[in-house]
């Protein structure tokens, strides 16, 4: 009877048993089914998104970047002279053997093509013959670039009845727009790039009547299909199947330069072996677990009381070496090893765990002793019990193996009474790399300049290189603002733009000078831009400076007369035209005035060159001295002529200021007994005072104040002859 109820309580423990394991069973499955369909529809994704970005990057890269580079070797100045005198013969001879060899350089690059502003074509390169079409009142993108005068970019049909993709870029010589340049090249580059890059099949279609096909596929059949799809407007699946394959199907669409749509990239991608690799592991899953529960369960009938302990113990055991595996596991007694996982094998260089035991009894004896480092016994304690009872802390050891180093960072866990696993894991390329990182961010912090800031703009870190550029102590900048470097040569509106970039959280570059503690300056280019924490919000600004103080300096020897220090000519030519477009911008007035010192030929005639030259430097000082704003400009024009250039509130101040500058180089005393205006050393001026938009061009600026610098020498010169300016400009 007792025999009958064991027997009973047995079956019943064995079905219940094997119940839970077919179910367990059908989990799995279905478990690893969703999951493998998740990974597929994953991969779809991420193959959908890198083709849709090769294409746009290779939009970018290959088309807009590469042939904007073709574009610049068909726009020089020589060649805008040319269509500026509309000479097409001209034209045709500069340009014409650089195209040819574009043409066997790159077999997508199609065409050259200038425009003239009235919308009519002037020169096509690959068909000289033809022009003077109005091509501006057929083609959208042409008339765009007449009106807009902005560079335009996309694809567009053209005369050649075929969609290309289009730079046109719009020319201009001084200021004045001559027309237009533009290039083409052939769409079917953009398909052979991505579909070569990625492995796909594609087509790109325009919707034109009827539709234009460039394709790049292999699977006639597959292309068939969608020409068939296409032609009878039927709609594809996301999946195709064609010659036994399963092909993803992927569709962009094409947009013009005013985002109109004009067409459809469309790409198939292979996923037959994703699939085929999923339903065959399907099934070998299914096949493997159903063998694996039967012998569990005959091996439960036959062991489950007998050996509950000894499995539990092992089971254990192998999950953590599993749960590890790819780091040492060692299951160890004290200082006796009982089990290795093979990864102690390959890293330590045995072959074998008996191998190790021929020579060692612990992994412990590999242990090099230092500062930190676990070693057999560390405060009084073996190993083992010590990782025990510190596992709260960060415990490494070094172990040398011929000519390499490894560091470890070792964590125990109690497995029973007696055994204990450790793992250990090589964090050597870690520890590498965070000494490397330690070294580079000494060696940015020594040579580049980089501060940081709260919201506020007070300083929170500054570089050890920024404090030996500016002179500064560490103590002496944090807290405080990057007023204490501003040096007063930088303007209001400049650090106004600065900040208007930063709140709207952008990155802000350009160049800056600032003030040392000495009283000197530095120049710096500058990348200034936000920082934010963890949770995305806004914390603070990091600068990051580059010191261009010496290229700086070269550029201002390049622009100063060597004599009087003043600027030179080359830097009013190209000063004058700024400051105008600045007055322009602010609906100002425009001062110029030139002025030439009173028969300086006799004075050197008189005193010799070397006198006359320290006249020309008190002169220049004089007038120096008397500009007192950043925008107020002084030049030597040639040898005793000099001109300023400044912004006044009104003519009349204009006019004061200059009437100063004449009376304060008198007021030097300098004798000039051979002058027949007065004993001493005088100017004649002539200024031009007036509203910015009146004024059309420098040139006939420059020639008003030479005439009325003439008048004031007919006038018995030391005077000031003046514009006569409107009501509104006085």
Same mark, same amino acid.
């Not at 790159?106 to 009519?120: A, C, I, N, Q, T």
């Given at each position: 009877?007792k025999?009958?109820?064991?027997?009973s309580?047995?079956?019943?423990?064995?079905y219940?048993?094997?119940?839970v394991?077919?179910?367990g069973?059908?989990?799995?499955?279905?478990v690893?089914?969703?999951? =493998?369909?998740?990974s597929?529809?994953?991969?779809e994704?991420?193959q959908?998104?890198k083709?849709q970005?090769?294409?746009r990057? %290779?939009i970018?890269?290959? *088309?807009k970047e590469?042939?904007s #580079?073709v574009?610049?070797?068909?726009d020089?100045? +020589?060649?805008?002279q040319?269509?500026a005198?509309?000479?097409?013969?001209?034209?045709l001879? !500069?340009t014409?053997?650089?195209?040819?060899?574009?043409?066997?350089k790159?077999?997508?690059?199609?065409?050259?093509?200038?425009?003239? /502003?009235?919308?009519?074509s002037?020169?096509?390169?690959?068909q000289p013959?033809?022009?003077g079409?109005?091509i501006?009142a057929?083609?959208p993108?042409?008339?765009?670039?007449?009106?807009?005068?902005?560079?335009i970019?996309?694809?567009e049909?053209? @005369? +050649?009845?075929v969609?290309?993709?289009?730079?046109?870029?719009?020319?201009?010589l001084?200021? =004045?727009y001559?027309?237009?340049?533009?290039?083409a090249?052939?769409? #079917?580059?953009?398909?052979d790039l991505?579909s070569?890059?990625?492995g796909?099949?594609?087509?790109l279609t325009?919707?034109?009547?009827?539709?234009m096909?460039f394709?790049?596929?292999?699977?006639?059949a597959?292309?068939?299909?969608?020409?068939?799809? !296409?032609?009878e407007?039927?709609?594809?699946?996301s999946?195709?199947k064609?010659?036994? *394959?399963?092909?993803?199907?992927?569709r962009? /669409?094409?947009?013009d330069?005013?985002?109109?749509?004009i067409?459809?990239?469309?790409?198939?991608?292979?996923?037959?072996?994703?699939?085929?690799g999923?339903?065959n592991?399907?099934?070998?899953?299914?096949g493997?677990?159903?063998?694996?529960?039967?012998l569990?369960?005959?091996?439960v009938?036959?062991?489950v009381?007998r050996?509950?302990?000894?499995?539990r113990?092992?089971?254990?055991?192998?999950?953590?070496?599993?749960?590890a595996?790819?780091?040492?596991?060692i299951?160890?007694?004290g200082k006796?090893i009982i089990?290795?996982?093979?990864?102690?094998?390959?890293k330590?260089?045995f072959?074998?765990?008996a191998?190790f035991? &021929?020579?060692?009894q612990?992994?412990?004896?590999?242990?090099e $002793?230092g500062d930190?480092?676990?070693?057999?016994?560390?405060?009084g304690?073996?190993w083992?019990?010590?990782?025990l009872?510190?596992? @709260?802390k960060?415990?490494?050891?070094k172990?040398f193996?011929g000519?390499k180093v490894?560091?470890f960072?070792?964590h125990? &866990?109690?497995?029973?009474d007696?055994?204990?696993?450790i793992?250990?894991?090589?964090i050597?390329?870690l520890?590498?790399?965070?000494?490397?990182?330690?070294?580079?961010?000494d060696?940015?912090?020594?040579? !580049? *300049?980089?501060?940081?800031t709260?919201l506020?703009g007070?300083?929170t870190y500054?570089?050890?290189?920024?404090?030996?550029t500016?002179?500064y102590?560490p103590?002496?900048?944090?807290?405080?603002?990057?007023?204490v470097?501003?040096?007063?040569?930088?303007?209001n509106?400049?650090?106004?733009?600065?900040?208007?970039?930063l709140?709207a959280?952008?990155?802000w570059?350009?160049?800056?000078?600032?003030?040392t503690?000495?009283g000197?300056?530095f120049w710096?280019?500058?990348?200034?831009?936000?920082n934010?924490?963890?949770r995305?919000?806004k914390?603070?600004?990091?600068?990051?400076?580059h010191d261009?103080?010496d290229?700086?300096q070269?550029?201002?020897?390049?622009?100063?007369?060597? !004599?009087?220090?003043?600027?030179n000519?080359?830097?009013?030519?190209?000063?004058l035209?700024?400051?105008? %477009?600045i007055?322009?911008?602010?609906h100002?007035?425009?001062?110029?005035?030139?002025? @030439?010192?009173d028969?300086?030929? #006799?004075?050197? @005639?008189?005193?010799g060159?070397q #006198?006359?030259?320290?006249a020309?430097k008190?002169?220049a000082?004089?007038? &120096?001295?008397?500009l007192?704003?950043?925008?107020d400009?002084?030049?030597r024009?040639?040898?005793e002529?000099?001109?300023?250039?400044?912004?006044?509130?009104?003519?009349e101040?204009? =006019?004061a200021?200059?009437?100063k500058?004449?009376l304060?180089v008198?007021a030097?005393?300098i004798?000039? /007994?051979?002058?027949?205006?007065?004993?001493?050393?005088?100017?004649s001026?002539?200024?031009?005072?007036?509203?910015a938009?009146?004024?059309?061009?420098?040139?006939a600026?420059y020639?008003?104040?030479?005439? *009325?610098?003439? $008048?004031s020498? &007919?006038m018995?010169?030391n005077?000031?002859?003046?514009s006569a /300016?409107?009501? =509104?400009?006085?």
């Open positions: 009877m025999l009958n109820i064991k027997m309580v047995e079956q019943r423990l064995l219940t048993v094997f119940f394991l077919m179910l069973l059908a989990l799995v499955v279905t690893f089914y969703v999951f =493998e369909m998740q597929l529809q994953r991969i994704r991420i959908r998104e083709i970005d090769s294409y990057k %290779n970018e890269a290959h *088309l590469n042939y #580079q574009l610049a070797i068909f020089d100045n +020589e060649i805008r040319a269509l005198r509309q000479d097409r013969d001209a034209l001879n !500069l014409e053997h650089t195209f040819h060899k574009a043409l066997q790159d077999p997508y690059f199609k065409l050259v093509h200038y425009h003239l /502003p009235s919308g009519f002037f020169l096509r390169l690959n013959e033809q022009f079409d109005h501006a057929r083609r993108y042409i008339a765009s670039v007449h009106a807009r005068q902005q560079v970019f996309g694809f049909s053209g @005369d +050649e009845g969609p290309l993709y289009r730079i046109i870029k719009p020319l201009f001084q200021d =004045e001559i027309g237009a340049v533009e290039v090249a052939s769409p #079917q580059k953009v398909v991505v070569g890059f990625n796909v099949e594609g087509v325009f919707f034109d009547t009827p539709p096909l394709e790049n596929m292999s699977n006639r597959l292309f068939a299909l969608y020409q068939r799809s !296409l032609a407007n039927i709609p594809l699946a999946s195709v064609s010659a036994g *394959l399963l092909f993803q199907f992927y962009f /669409p094409v947009r330069f005013f985002s109109q749509p067409g459809e990239f469309v790409f198939f991608y292979d996923f037959s072996s994703f699939y085929k999923f339903y592991t399907l099934g070998l899953m299914i493997a677990s159903l063998a694996i529960f039967l569990i369960f005959l091996l009938k036959i062991l009381a050996y509950e302990q000894v499995l113990d092992i089971n254990a055991r192998n999950q953590c070496i599993l749960d595996q790819s780091d040492i596991v299951v160890t007694s006796r089990d290795v996982n093979q990864r102690f094998m390959s330590l260089g072959d074998s765990l191998q035991l &021929q020579s060692h612990c992994v412990c004896e590999l242990f $002793a930190g480092l676990v070693t057999t016994y560390i405060d304690l073996i083992t019990d010590y990782l009872r510190h596992s @709260d960060e415990n490494l050891a172990i193996r000519d490894f560091i960072r070792l125990a &866990q109690q497995l029973n007696k055994e204990v696993v793992t250990m894991q090589d050597s390329d520890k590498k790399t965070e000494r490397q990182l330690r070294e580079y961010l060696m940015i912090d020594r040579n !580049l *300049l980089i501060s940081s709260d506020d007070k300083i500054v570089s050890k290189a920024f404090v030996a500016s002179g102590q103590d002496e900048l944090i807290g405080r603002s990057h007023r470097i501003r040096h007063p040569d930088m303007k509106a400049f650090f106004a733009e600065l900040w208007q970039t709140l959280n952008k990155t570059h350009g160049e800056i000078k600032s003030k503690r000495n000197g300056f710096s280019r500058s990348w200034i831009h936000p934010y924490n963890d995305g919000e914390i603070g600004y990091t600068a990051i400076r261009i103080t290229k700086k070269i550029e201002e020897l390049a622009i100063t007369d060597g !004599l009087t220090q003043l600027y000519r080359r830097h009013f030519d190209a000063i035209p700024k400051q105008l %477009n007055a322009k911008r602010h100002e007035c425009l001062a110029f005035a030139i002025m @030439d010192i028969h300086f030929k #006799q004075y050197n @005639d008189t005193y060159h #006198q006359g030259d320290e020309l008190a002169v000082k004089a007038i &120096q001295g008397c007192r704003r950043a925008e400009y002084a030049f024009l040639g040898g002529e000099f001109g300023i250039v400044f912004i006044p509130e009104n003519c101040k204009a =006019e200021f200059v009437q500058i004449r304060s008198e030097l005393q004798p000039h /007994p051979k002058s027949s205006v007065s004993h001493v050393l005088t100017l001026l002539g200024l031009v005072c007036r509203l938009d009146s004024i059309e061009h420098t040139d600026l020639k008003e104040a030479d005439t *009325l610098l003439y $008048a020498k &007919q018995g010169r005077r000031v002859s003046c /300016p409107t009501n =509104e400009q006085a």
